[in-house]
């Protein structure tokens, strides 16, 4: 699979199997993220790993309840260890996160494994379940694992309506 056919057959995987993920394919999974660029490239992240059972059901109390984060097998928490902001205004901690949760996401569409990039959460309790110390931020979250489900794709805007050339 090319990564073109990655970002054309990702989808937000909001049901998954009870089939367990297998060891080699969530260290390739990894793996994408610890690969991923970062400003400076200071690398200042964390992935916390997620199988455990009653760890996860928590998880899913601090994700609102969405039932799906406690059906995958496996939940990735990207954490920042580290703020700084770029001379353009933009905070590292976020910015390098959710370009290596990207690369999780096409790393795992490729292995077949399926993802939801999840914001809607509670930190603190995140923080709560995962020990994680208070001057880490808890980025995103994406359960991990084969999908139960083939949601057809969502609409995109058109190219002209999202990008431009030489000016806005």
């Not at 920042?80 to 905070?91: I, K, S």
């Not at 690369?103 to 809607?120: D, K, M, N, R, S």
């Amino acid at each position: 699979m090319t990564v073109q056919e990655a970002i054309l057959a990702r989808r937000s995987i909001r049901k998954y199997s009870d089939r367990p993920v297998e060891p080699e394919k969530l260290k390739v999974v990894l793996e994408a993220a610890r690969l991923a660029p970062s400003a400076r490239n200071d690398q200042n992240w964390r992935f916390i790993v997620v199988m455990d059972r009653e760890k996860i059901a928590r998880l899913m109390d601090a994700a609102y309840g969405q039932k799906f984060v406690g059906e995958a097998p496996v939940v990735i928490v990207a954490c920042a260890t580290d703020r700084r902001v770029m001379d353009c205004g933009q905070p590292t901690d976020t910015m390098d996160c959710s370009i290596a949760m990207s690369f999780i996401l096409l790393q795992a569409q490729e292995l077949g494994l399926g993802t939801c990039w999840l914001g809607h959460f509670d930190s603190e309790k995140v923080k709560q379940v995962l020990d994680i110390p208070e001057k880490v931020t808890v980025v995103a979250m994406t359960p991990l694992g084969y999908p139960a489900e083939s949601p057809a794709a969502r609409p995109r805007k058109a190219a002209e309506d999202v990008i431009s050339y030489d000016r806005f």
